[in-house]
């Protein structure tokens, strides 16, 4: 792993420290741009790794953390929070986020998004998200991510 200084990933380390927290970031040789690739390279399951998805509900957009074990049910979680998820499109992401698909952070965009936070994530002690580039992760319990997100705890699939 490699260490190396980025603007996005700068972001989510003062976002962060904000909230009290300073784990390690951690570089990536190559970029983990699926769960299951961050989580080989982490030895970990792919359960603890949170992606961090967006969404349009309603035309607004939605950051959906769910664990890397399962896919979203867009109908199903759509009617949980009472609207229509549709897929962002490249742009759209990185217009609500300040990143791009594949290093997309659960912090650190350029304005309050719309987050929810799988319930399926509490049941590991500690999970990695992506800090901001397809090349970095960090590691966070699920109540500080609940916490410095403004999240929503849901299930994401029935």
Known sequence: MV??????????RRALAEQGLTPEIRWFDDAATTAQAAAAALGIEVGAIANSLVFTL???????????????DTD???EQLGGTIARAAKDQVKDATGQVIGGVAPLGHPSPI???VDVDLAGFPEVWAAAGHAHTVFPIGYDDLVRVTGGEPVRVTP
């Open 3 to 12: 260490n190396t200084a980025h603007p996005s990933v700068d972001r989510v």
């Open 58 to 72: 309603d035309g607004e957009p939605l950051l959906v953390l769910t664990s890397g074990a399962h896919r979203v």
């Open 76 to 78: 199903w979680l759509g």
């Open 114 to 116: 719309r987050t929810v």
